[in-house]
T-cell receptor, first 115, second 117 residues
Framework: DQQVKQNSPSLSVQEGRISILNCDYT??????FLWYKKYPAEGPTFLIS?????DKNEDGRFTVFLNKSAKHLSLHIVPSQPGDSAVYFC??????????????FGQGTILTVHP | SQTIHQWPATLVQPVGSPLSLECTVE??????LYWYRQAAGRGLQLLFY??????ISSEVPQNLSASRPQDRQFILSSKKLLLSDSGFYLC????????????????FGAGTRLSVL
């Protein structure tokens, strides 16, 4: 049962344009969402996050949008740069103390930004 | 600042051999610790997590085990490796018992690429 899904395995974007990465979830008990960026043979690095009580969070070129009614979140990168080329994972955390901070990850989307 | 170390970076092991991967965290105390595996072309699968010394929870049945002998040390082991154990293993920590939104963020090590032949 895939509770967090990234339905696009890959995305190709021209440098300077907007990159939009999407993520859907099924568990309405998730209360915190995160995006990670991963280069080959390295561990994921935290990028940006959003609490379920918000619908938007912005950090420089990165903005995450949350639509709770649709159980959908997206990551916008504007403008996209070649150095943004990586695998992007969305992740979700369950609510309550018994979650112990566990995250459920999507399958990842490979972003390629062309010069 | 906090750092997380994983070793070795790469490991090639024959089927049936034992395994021991180590993860240590510096600059924090009483973290929650996690072991993930990323199989080829797949997402990150949580294998084990630990909320304290000697406390291990398993997320999926498998050929692996985990131990936490010290507060900031997390070890992934196997007595006999299978071909299906090949993958990229990642250790992560979080200050889950802390305050604020940062307690929700997991920080990852560089990972270990395990090839079982």
């Amino acid at each position: 049962d895939q509770q967090v899904k990234q339905n696009s395995p890959s995305l190709s974007v021209q440098e300077g344009r907007i990159s939009i990465l999407n993520c859907d979830y099924t568990n309405s008990m998730f209360d915190y969402f995160l995006w990670y960026k991963k280069y080959p043979a390295e561990g994921p690095t935290f990028l940006i996050s959003i609490s379920s009580i918000k619908d938007k969070n912005e950090d420089g070129r990165f903005t995450v949008f949350l639509n709770k009614s649709a159980k959908h979140l997206s990551l916008h990168i504007v403008p996209s740069q070649p150095g943004d080329s990586a695998v992007y994972f969305c992740a979700a955390k369950g609510a309550g103390g018994t979650s112990y901070g566990k995250l459920t990850f999507g399958q990842g989307t490979i972003l390629t930004v062309h010069p | 600042s906090q750092t997380i170390h994983q070793w070795p970076a790469t490991l090639v092991q024959p089927v049936g051999s034992p395994l021991s991967l180590e993860c240590t965290v510096e600059g924090t105390s009483n973290p929650n610790l996690y072991w993930y595996r990323q199989a080829a072309g797949r997402g990150l699968q949580l294998l084990f997590y630990s909320v304290g010394i000697g406390q291990i929870s398993s997320e999926v049945p498998q050929n692996l085990s985990a131990s936490r002998p010290q507060d900031r040390q997390f070890i992934l082991s196997s007595k006999k490796l299978l071909l299906s154990d090949s993958g990229f293993y990642l250790c992560a920590w979080t200050k889950w018992k802390g305050q604020g939104a940062t307690k929700n963020i997991q920080y990852f090590g560089a990972g270990t690429r395990l090839s079982v032949l």
